[in-house]
């Protein structure tokens, strides 16, 4: 049986994806954003998927995790962006749209100002322009990905706020936005074939990872980012998941639970490493 494999379509999912199919992988990929490929896992449509790690903090009596891979910050990270006209402690009461892609950057910036800035998230509601037009127009708006990395290049926001810069700052661990998300019926339906992708993930990264200025001239998001800045980019992030970014997302998780935005401590559900 082979491996339905859900994409993101960011730039940051580049160095897992790029040489995968050379690696050895023939399965189905499935590209889009967070919250689409986190529906698509829970319902069982893909097998596993770099997903939300709030999306796992959810439902993790339903998802194992690919052990040692995440997608994280340890600081900035560039592409989890609060564009505003006032500095973070002074956006209590203001409005800010939030995009829909991604529940973890959501509520990140929710515990954030819960937590470090002691004040609740004023979200706008029935917000039907895109958030770049919100900001454009002097909003305040929270943009992740390749939306946020376009956004940085020519918004005129007097502030831009770096969530994982904040969340380093404020706790000194790195941010984990997404893990190797596993559903439960893959792991007991394929077995041998989520040992297989292991492998050939980690082959793909580590080539990728070898030499990112080549990596960056072969990449479609060279041309609207720079072969320099995008590999600086993905030098920028972190794809491990160590003992260290354990406790980062522990972090993440209590709070989230102190603050009523999980009703539980999630439990750590690793699939059997084959390295």
Same mark, same amino acid.
């Given at each position: 049986?082979?491996?339905?494999?859900?994409?993101?379509?960011?730039?940051?999912?580049?160095?897992?994806?790029?040489? $995968?199919?050379?690696?050895?992988?023939?399965?189905?990929?499935?590209?889009?954003?967070?919250? %689409?490929?986190? =529906?698509?896992?829970?319902?069982?449509?893909? !097998?596993?998927?770099?997903?939300?790690?709030?999306?796992?903090? *959810?439902?993790?009596? +339903?998802?194992?995790? $690919?052990?040692?891979?995440?997608?994280?910050?340890?600081?900035?990270?560039?592409?989890?962006?609060?564009?505003?006209?006032?500095?973070?402690?002074?956006?209590?009461?203001?409005?800010?749209?939030?995009?829909?892609?991604?529940?973890?950057?959501?509520?990140?910036?929710?515990?954030?100002?819960?937590? &470090?800035?002691? &004040?609740?998230?004023?979200?706008?509601?029935?917000? +039907? %322009?895109?958030?770049?037009?919100?900001?454009?127009?002097?909003?305040?708006?929270?943009?992740?990905?390749?939306? =946020?990395?376009? =956004?940085?290049?020519?918004?005129?926001? =007097?502030?831009?706020? !770096?969530?994982?810069?904040?969340?380093?700052?404020?706790?000194?661990?790195?941010?984990?936005?997404?893990?190797?998300?596993?559903?439960?019926?893959?792991? +007991? *339906?394929?077995?041998?074939?989520?040992?297989?992708?292991?492998? %050939?993930?980690?082959?793909?990264?580590?080539?990728?990872?070898? !030499?990112?200025?080549?990596?960056?001239?072969?990449?479609?998001?060279?041309?609207?980012?720079?072969?320099?800045?995008?590999?600086?980019?993905?030098?920028?992030?972190?794809?491990?998941?160590?003992?260290?970014? *354990? %406790?980062?997302?522990? +972090?993440?998780?209590?709070?989230?639970?102190?603050?009523?935005?999980?009703?539980?401590?999630?439990?750590?559900?690793?699939?059997?490493?084959?390295?």
């Amino acid at each position: 049986m082979s491996l339905r494999v859900g994409h993101i379509a960011y730039a940051n999912c580049v160095p897992f994806f790029h040489h $995968l199919e050379a690696a050895g992988f023939q399965g189905v990929i499935r590209p889009g954003v967070p919250a %689409q490929l986190n =529906a698509l896992l829970a319902d069982g449509r893909i !097998d596993l998927s770099p997903s939300s790690s709030f999306e796992y903090g *959810r439902h993790w009596r +339903r998802y194992g995790l $690919l052990p040692d891979l995440s997608i994280s910050a340890c600081g900035p990270v560039r592409s989890v962006l609060l564009f505003s006209s006032s500095p973070f402690d002074k956006l209590a009461g203001v409005p800010v749209a939030l995009t829909g892609e991604s529940a973890t950057s959501i509520n990140l910036l929710r515990l954030l100002c819960l937590e &470090f800035y002691g &004040f609740p998230l004023r979200e706008m509601t029935d917000c +039907r %322009q895109p958030v770049e037009e919100i900001i454009a127009a002097g909003g305040s708006g929270l943009l992740i990905g390749d939306r =946020a990395l376009k =956004a940085a290049m020519r918004s005129g926001a =007097a502030y831009v706020h !770096d969530l994982g810069e904040l969340w380093w700052r404020h706790t000194g661990l790195p941010f984990v936005f997404a893990l190797w998300i596993v559903h439960r019926d893959a792991m +007991r *339906r394929k077995a041998l074939e989520l040992r297989q992708f292991q492998r %050939q993930l980690h082959v793909s990264l580590d080539r990728a990872l070898s !030499d990112l200025h080549h990596l960056s001239r072969q990449s479609a998001e060279s041309s609207w980012l720079g072969i320099a800045q995008l590999a600086n980019y993905w030098q920028a992030m972190s794809y491990e998941f160590t003992d260290w970014h *354990r %406790q980062g997302l522990e +972090r993440y998780f209590h709070l989230a639970v102190k603050h009523r935005l999980l009703p539980e401590m999630p439990q750590f559900n690793f699939v059997a490493s084959v390295l």
